[in-house]
């Protein structure tokens, strides 16, 4: 909700008074006619009457009505009811809260207590605060009060009105230290604050005193204005006084004291000082303060409060020599009111010589002596021309002394306010300044015995009423007419009618009291009094003591008539109205005053030119100027108001006296007040306004409705079924007649408030936790993204580097048999592992196997070395898993190799063969063993070979079956056709040769030397395994050379005694044989 559209809450209708004399006849006409009909003092103003002002107290009153009464006095459900009234006032007393609104006007009632309600921490919670939202407080109006007036340039007033006692004087104090915390972030304005602050206490010294009601009461109306700049720091002040009860100086009522100023100088004053001023420190014994003999507590808080007067003076910049002459005339007054007057002969008075009092006061002021005591026993009457003085009497005398300490203090009174206002003036004039005053106003006054002084602050309060009404009714006509709604008659008083009954020109009380003063003649309070009945006669608001029934006449005085005020009847005594009216000093003191040498009374004196011809104007006269002008000071501005309640007579705490305050809440208006407020509807809010608190109420508008608000509104009401009497519908707001209608509309709301509350809550738990699920996700996202960016780089990264590898490789596989180069060597690193790594998984495993596998080019030599090594390791683990007989048997092999590789054709075909030492059969076996058994073996010869043999005759070479053993030392040739070995040659080995073939054939030609034969020669045989046999015996001779090998076609062979004996043709052929050929040679048919 806006500050522009909230506004004033509780008004009532526009009212239109008709007939001023008839109390409650007030019509409420028409919007359209009330225009043309209504008196001039209630057309609309120009200026807005607060439209801001109590934004959402309303609600804030309807939330926390339960509490402690309501809040508001407009939501009293039964209004009209005083006891009503009183009962919600008195139940919120007693529980310390003092405050409660009339719609925007404050009341408050005074707690004759220190409440914790206006601590730094209280100020705070008002600042910058909407007004609903706190609870009543002083604060909350001088707040509302502050931020119009500098956000929204409207000038302000806060009118505290209240009887003595009530509490005003406390709240305008309290208004002021808001605005000075309020403003403190604002610099340089302390010593403005200050100078606005300390105004208090010195005027409260000079112009309050103790009363029956008041222990500080002011006897004097304040209207204080407080300049802000365009900022809104305060910039200084302006201070406007009314009606000091100069009375009070020179008499009071018992138990009541003089100003306090006298007390706290002739407590407070130094001892220096009281010298100076001629003073002793005791008030009783001075007349004007003879009353009082004051506790030594009251002494003591005295003197306390001059050192707070004497702070003041220094702050406001009142120097010593101002000060000085301040105190100087507080001390003549004391003094003056203790001259002596005795009569003399004549019947005159006379002040003796040796009266020390009006030396004094002559030597305070600095006037003549002589000159003051003639002034004081004589009157100086200038009748056209004729000079006159005449002597007074004693009573004359009194009243001329009195007289002049009246004048003197009043005057004095009158220049502190100017002083504190030229020190409240701001240095240089801002024409963006704004104001706002705050007026602190003596309330209605009904004493037992009222006089001049009652009927002023009377009729004061009359016109403050007045202005009220208007304010109060303006803004609330205008209200209707904007919002054209139709209006009804309103039960309801306007006090303009008293208002005229007092200040009429030539009719009212005023006119016909100034002019009984100015009057030629005799002229007496009485018959003033007189004129009053008879020019007023039958005046509704005005009774005389004639005029009234006889039971009132008992109680009547003869010299008293009765005003019916707004506020209830008061009764005046016109004792001393002309005198007070007159307000005369005699000349001859005025004069000497203005000679004074005290600059102060001197100057006051010589401004009212006593040399004047024309009179003066009469005190009421002054006063009605003044307050004419205040009230047109304050119409100008919007006003805010506090109307300040007392509890009780007795200035106690907790004592709520219902019949006082009752009197109060009367006299103060504020039944009538709260009448005018909901007279017509309570409460008020613009459609906008209203549509978004209560829209959860309706389907249709809720959680919102789209089209105008005023639609919105419409259906909002028909879901909530108002009758057609609760409310209407104006241009831009709502307007609901009963509070009850709005408690129930308020109670739904905060029923469905929960409702609300958890739709609101869910929802938002919902939205919550999907935006976070959506942040989450979205993160998710991001760290997806991120880490799939990351792999993927990484297999990029891989691949790349997978593809240089691969291609390092290729190229080092290209360039494999090259120069050695970075690529080829990784690749043939490569290649030389997995070789080796192949090689290791597929050596050979067995000698005989000849596979070796294959290897990289630059691996040959190692492949080679490898396999060598292989071999050789084969080799090794063959030789050394070979027996003793096979490894006889390879030596025999290798003995082989040696004598007939190469030489032999026959060669190869042994190489498989296995060499067997006895290749005999199982029979020739038997004969052999039994042979080597005979004697004919030599003892101690070893077999070494055995075989069977074809022997071929020398001569006709004719074959005959032998058997070969072969000894160690010689060769046995055996017969073994007779079932023996029949031993045919023993041939040494020793000495024996061999010749063989190179072919393959079985031939041994064994050469004989001739030595060993006598005649047999050459032998020649064949063995099947020739080779076997040969290197078997050559293994034991060692003599591979006795075998010749000759590659011929024929070999000689010798006969006996070295005869050349016979030929051996050697040819091949497919079928081998060895035969006698036709030549007669033997022939050897060798395989090819
Ligand atoms: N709000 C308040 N809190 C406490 N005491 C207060 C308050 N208002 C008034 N008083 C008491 O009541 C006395 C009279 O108040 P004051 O403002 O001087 O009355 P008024 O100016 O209406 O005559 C004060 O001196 C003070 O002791
Ligand atoms: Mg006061």
């Known amino acids: 909700m806006t500050e522009q559209d909230s506004v004033q809450v509780s008004d009532a209708p526009t009212v239109n008074v008709v007939n001023g004399d008839e109390p409650g006849a007030v019509q409420v006409v028409n919007g359209d006619a009330g225009d043309a009909s209504a008196p001039a003092a209630l057309q609309p103003p120009k200026a807005h009457i607060r439209p801001l002002s109590v934004a959402g107290v309303m609600e804030h009153a309807l939330q926390h009505r339960e509490r402690v009464g309501v809040q508001d006095f407009v939501l009293l459900e039964d209004y009209r009811s005083e006891h009503a009234f009183i009962d919600n006032l008195r139940k919120r007393f007693h529980e310390n809260i003092i405050y409660t609104y009339i719609g925007n006007v404050l009341i408050s009632v005074n707690p004759y207590k220190n409440l914790p309600i206006y601590t730094e921490e209280k100020t705070r919670l008002y600042f910058k605060k909407a007004f609903f939202e706190a609870p009543p407080h002083v604060f909350a109006i001088a707040d509302n009060a502050y931020r119009s007036l500098v956000y929204e340039h409207r000038e302000q007033c806060i009118l505290i009105s209240g009887e003595s006692g009530s509490g005003k004087t406390e709240a305008s104090k309290k208004v002021l230290e808001f605005i000075a915390a309020r403003t403190n972030h604002l610099q340089n304005v302390e010593t403005v604050k200050d100078k606005l602050l300390q105004t208090n206490p010195l005027l409260e010294a000079f112009g309050n005193a103790k009363t029956h009601r008041n222990d500080n009461s002011s006897r004097f109306g304040k209207y204080m204005d407080v300049q802000f700049n365009y900022e809104g720091a305060p910039e200084g002040g302006h201070i406007l006084n009314y009606l000091l009860e100069k009375s009070r100086v020179v008499s009071q009522m018992s138990g009541e004291r003089n100003f306090h100023i006298f007390y706290q100088l002739l407590a407070g004053g130094s001892e220096e000082l009281m010298k100076k001023l001629r003073l002793q420190g005791r008030p009783e014994v001075y007349k004007y303060t003879l009353d009082s003999s004051p506790s030594v507590g009251q002494k003591m808080n005295d003197a306390e409060q001059f050192r707070t007067v004497q702070e003041a003076m220094k702050v406001i910049e009142i120097g010593e020599p101002e000060q000085e002459a301040i105190f100087e005339i507080i001390a003549s007054v004391l003094h003056l009111g203790n001259v002596k007057f005795v009569q003399n002969d004549k019947g005159n008075a006379e002040i003796l010589n040796h009266d020390a009092n009006s030396v004094n006061v002559a030597e305070l002021l600095k006037v003549n002596i002589t000159k003051l005591r003639e002034a004081l026993t004589s009157r100086t009457i200038d009748a056209r021309g004729d000079v006159v003085t005449t002597p007074l009497d004693l009573e004359q005398a009194k009243y001329a002394r009195d007289a002049l300490a009246k004048?003197?203090?009043?005057?004095?009174?009158?220049?502190?306010?100017?002083?504190?206002?030229?020190?409240?003036?701001?240095?240089?004039?801002?024409?963006?300044?704004?104001?706002?005053?705050?007026?602190?106003?003596?309330?209605?006054?009904?004493?037992?015995?009222?006089?001049?002084?009652?009927?002023?602050?009377n009729y004061c309060n009359e016109k403050l009423q007045q202005l009220f009404i208007q304010l109060t009714?303006?803004?609330?006509?205008?209200?209707?007419?904007?919002?054209?709604?139709?209006?009804?008659?309103?039960?309801?008083?306007?006090?303009?009618?008293?208002?005229?009954?007092?200040?009429?020109?030539?009719?009212?009380?005023?006119?016909?009291?100034?002019?009984?003063?100015?009057?030629?003649?005799?002229?007496?309070?009485?018959?003033?009094?007189?004129?009053?009945?008879?020019?007023?006669?039958?005046?509704?608001?005005?009774?005389?003591h004639r005029k009234v029934d006889t039971r009132t006449q008992k109680i009547m005085g003869r010299d008293e008539f009765c005003l019916v005020h707004y506020a209830g009847e008061v009764?005046?005594?016109?004792?001393?109205?002309?005198?007070?009216?007159?307000?005369?000093?005699?000349?001859?003191?005025?004069?000497?005053?203005?000679?004074?040498?005290?600059?102060?009374?001197?100057?006051?004196?010589?401004?009212?030119?006593?040399?004047?011809?024309?009179?003066?104007?009469?005190?009421?006269?002054?006063?009605?100027?003044?307050?004419?002008?205040?009230?047109?000071?304050?119409?100008?501005?919007?006003p805010s108001y506090i109307r300040?309640?007392?509890?009780?007579?007795?200035?106690?705490?907790?004592?709520?006296?219902?019949?006082?305050?009752?009197?109060?809440?009367?006299?103060?208006?504020?039944?009538?007040?709260?009448?005018?407020?909901?007279?017509?509807?309570?409460?008020?809010?613009?459609?906008?306004?209203?549509?978004?608190?209560?829209?959860?109420?309706?389907?249709?508008?809720?959680?919102?409705?789209?089209?105008?608000?005023?639609?919105?509104?419409?259906?909002?009401?028909?879901?909530?079924?108002?009758?057609?009497?609760?409310?209407?519908?104006?241009?831009?707001?709502?307007?609901?007649?009963?509070?009850?209608?709005?408690?129930?509309?308020?109670?739904?709301?905060?029923?469905?408030?929960?409702?609300?509350?958890?739709?609101?809550?869910?929802?938002?738990?919902?939205?919550?936790?999907?935006?976070?699920?959506?942040?989450?996700?979205?993160?998710?996202?991001?760290?997806?993204?991120?880490v799939r960016r990351f792999l993927a780089q990484r297999l990029r990264e891989r691949r790349r580097k997978a593809a240089d590898v691969i291609r390092a490789f290729i190229k080092g596989f290209i360039t494999r048999n090259g120069p050695e180069t970075p690529e080829n060597r990784r690749f043939l690193g490569i290649a030389k592992v997995h070789w080796l790594k192949r090689l290791a998984t597929r050596l050979p495993t067995s000698l005989l196997d000849p596979s070796w596998p294959t290897c990289p080019a630059t691996c040959t030599e190692a492949s080679q070395e490898l396999r060598r090594l292989h071999r050789a390791h084969l080799s090794r683990k063959y030789r050394l898993a070979l027996s003793p007989a096979d490894k006889k048997q390879f030596e025999l092999k290798i003995l082989a190799e040696k004598m007939f590789k190469g030489k032999k054709n026959s060669y190869p075909g042994s190489v498989r063969e296995r060499f067997v030492d006895d290749r005999l059969s199982e029979e020739l076996r038997v004969l052999r063993n039994t042979f080597m058994a005979s004697p004919t073996w030599p003892t101690g010869e070893k077999l070494i070979y055995s075989c069977e043999a074809v022997k071929y005759d020398r001569r006709g070479y004719k074959p005959r079956a032998r058997a070969l053993l072969a000894s160690d030392k010689a060769l046995y040739v055996l017969d073994p056709s007779k079932r023996t070995f029949k031993l045919k040659h023993r041939l040494p080995l020793d000495r024996l040769r061999v010749v063989l073939t190179t072919e393959t054939d079985s031939l041994i030609l064994i050469k004989i030397p001739q030595d060993l034969k006598k005649d047999k020669g050459d032998l020649i045989v064949s063995v099947s395994h020739l080779i076997e046999a040969l290197t078997i015996v050559t293994d034991h001779t060692g003599k591979p050379d006795i075998v010749e090998i000759v590659d011929t076609n024929t070999i000689a062979h010798n006969l006996v005694n070295g005869k050349q004996g016979g030929t051996i043709e050697v040819t091949t052929g497919a079928a081998p044989t060895i035969h006698r050929a036709k030549s007669g040679n033997l022939l050897v048919v060798a395989s090819p």
């Open 407 to 457: 004048a003197i203090y009043d005057k004095h009174f009158s220049w502190l306010v100017s002083r504190l206002n030229s020190s409240l003036t701001p240095k240089e004039k801002d024409p963006r300044a704004s104001v706002m005053g705050i007026l602190d106003i003596y309330g209605f006054e009904i004493f037992p015995k009222n006089s001049f002084e009652q009927f002023c602050i």
């Open 473 to 544: 009714l303006k803004s609330e006509q205008e209200e209707y007419l904007r919002e054209g709604i139709e209006w009804e008659l309103v039960d309801y008083f306007n006090n303009i009618v008293i208002c005229d009954l007092i200040e009429q020109k030539h009719k009212g009380i005023i006119s016909i009291l100034d002019d009984e003063c100015l009057r030629p003649g005799d002229a007496t309070d009485g018959s003033f009094l007189e004129r009053l009945t008879q020019q007023l006669d039958g005046h509704r608001h005005i009774k005389s």
């Open 571 to 638: 009764t005046y005594n016109v004792n001393t109205f002309l005198e007070k009216n007159n307000d005369l000093l005699f000349r001859d003191l005025q004069m000497l005053m203005a000679s004074s040498g005290n600059k102060i009374v001197g100057q006051c004196f010589k401004d009212m030119k006593p040399n004047s011809k024309k009179r003066p104007d009469t005190a009421i006269t002054q006063f009605k100027v003044s307050l004419n002008e205040l009230i047109k000071i304050l119409s100008s501005k919007e």
């Open 644 to 786: 300040c309640i007392k509890p009780n007579d007795a200035k106690a705490p907790m004592h709520f006296d219902d019949k006082l305050v009752g009197h109060q809440v009367k006299y103060l208006g504020l039944m009538e007040n709260l009448r005018v407020r909901r007279a017509g509807f309570a409460y008020r809010r613009t459609y906008e306004a209203f549509l978004e608190r209560y829209k959860c109420l309706s389907p249709a508008t809720w959680p919102n409705y789209r089209g105008p608000a005023r639609e919105g509104v419409q259906k909002l009401v028909e879901t909530i079924q108002y009758e057609r009497e609760e409310y209407r519908m104006g241009n831009t707001k709502i307007f609901i007649r009963f509070p009850k209608t709005l408690f129930d509309t308020e109670d739904a709301y905060q029923i469905k408030k929960n409702d609300i509350a958890t739709i609101i809550q869910s929802r938002w738990r919902g939205y919550y936790q999907r935006k976070r699920y959506l942040q989450m996700k979205q993160a998710a996202v991001v760290i997806q993204k991120w």
